[in-house]
């Protein structure tokens, strides 16, 4: 349970038994290989761009995709350590079946977000952002808004509804993230992040990873989001912490007998030789040096979650993630729950299908939209 708690906290999810090979060398079955190359964000996104805001230090830059062109505006906040891109599959799935406009950013120091002070990533610092970035795209009289968030990113898209950032919010949606689960969490968060691989010989297998590990599992959705999580740097992928092979990272065993063969340490040798040339990649946030602000991103934030006065939709991994507050919220008909069971916390990568019905029927419901026309719910 304790290893489970980790990743509320930010953006992906331990492994499950069973999900793969207990080998050092995985096997993909006989005859079979996956594909793990990256995918285009232009697959799912009908646009890219750059957003410029005024801060007190000068400019910041925020990467922005987007989708649609006519009615509410579904505002995609990615979890901590990912980017926009987690919302890539999700993004597709939601526009075929309901008229909306997707916009799905990159939150500060993520992805390929530009900002004066990524060091700051207080809720309220987080918060104003995203008042900011609606702000410049369309300035003072915002289309209705439905604000959706998951993990770090759910709770920052709850201290914006309560602050008032966004004038024109119509409703409000948090993807597993829980108050009581994620307190918990913060303990041990530490050693799970240094558990991780510090980096990978290439984005290939760094998708790899993401599948294998558990963090991610939906292929489809980490060859394309995997690219906002990891950068290409010039290190060489012979240093300490690279990950030069899928196992490393997952599954430790027999290593030091490995080690022991004076064979495999020769073809490590030269592997290392040619992985030199190459460049590698490594994690885009350093999510242990957000720390200081992980209380701020949690703490009391069931209360402020049931203080939103816009309807609400609050959607789970797992029922045993719900708190003393939402519990007795959720039964008082004061949110909408559903639990989408068999998925990581990465719910909307992990089915994306499933999140965007569950999205579309709550706002048709409310009135905030229709389905399209020929889409059968």
């Not at 900011?132 to 993990?151: C, D, F, Q, R, W």
């Not at 200081?292 to 939103?308: H, I, M, Q």
Request: proline content about 4%; overall charge negative; glycine content about 8%.
């Amino acid at each position: 349970m304790e290893k489970q708690l980790h990743l509320s906290l930010l953006a992906s999810r331990p492994p499950v038994a069973g999900g793969f090979q207990s080998s050092s060398k995985m096997k993909m079955g006989p005859g079979r290989k996956r594909d793990f190359s990256p995918l285009p964000w232009s697959q799912y996104f009908e646009t890219m761009e750059d957003v410029e805001v005024e801060n007190e230090n000068g400019k910041d830059i925020f990467r922005i995709y987007c989708s649609g062109a006519h009615g509410p505006v579904l505002l995609l906040l990615h979890g901590g350590g990912h980017s926009a891109l987690s919302w890539a599959v999700f993004s597709a799935v939601i526009c075929s079946r309901i008229n909306c406009r997707v916009v799905a950013m990159d939150l500060r120091a993520h992805g390929d977000t530009k900002v004066k002070n990524p060091e700051d990533l207080s809720a309220d610092t987080m918060a104003k952002d995203i008042g900011k970035v609606v702000e410049a795209l369309y300035g003072e009289n915002p289309p209705p808004i439905m604000i959706t968030g998951h993990s770090m990113g759910g709770a920052i898209a709850v201290h914006t509804a309560v602050a008032n950032h966004i004038r024109s919010l119509l409703g409000l949606c948090v993807i597993d993230v829980v108050e009581g689960t994620a307190m918990d969490a913060l303990n041990s968060m530490q050693n799970f992040l240094r558990s991780r691989p510090k980096s990978f010989k290439s984005l290939e297998n760094a998708i790899e990873w993401s599948v294998k590990s558990g963090q991610i599992r939906n292929l489809e959705s980490a060859r394309v989001s995997m690219g906002g999580q990891v950068k290409k740097c010039e290190e060489s992928s012979s240093s300490p912490g690279i990950s030069n092979s899928i196992g490393e990272g997952i599954i430790e065993e027999d290593e030091e007998e490995e080690a022991e063969d004076e064979s495999t340490n020769k073809r490590m040798k030269e592997d290392d030789q040619e992985l030199k040339k190459e460049s590698v990649f490594t994690w885009r946030v350093e999510l242990s040096k957000t720390e200081k602000y992980w209380d701020g991103w949690f703490r009391g934030l069931s209360a402020l979650f049931l203080t939103c006065p816009m309807p609400k939709l609050l959607l789970l991994a797992g029922v045993d993630r719900l708190d003393k507050d939402l519990t007795i919220g959720q039964m008082q008909g004061k949110f909408q729950m559903q639990v989408l069971p068999q998925c990581g916390h990465a719910v909307h990568e992990d089915a994306p299908e499933k999140v965007a019905d569950a999205l579309a029927t709550f706002m048709v419901r409310h009135k905030f939209t229709d389905f399209k026309e020929g889409y059968l719910c």
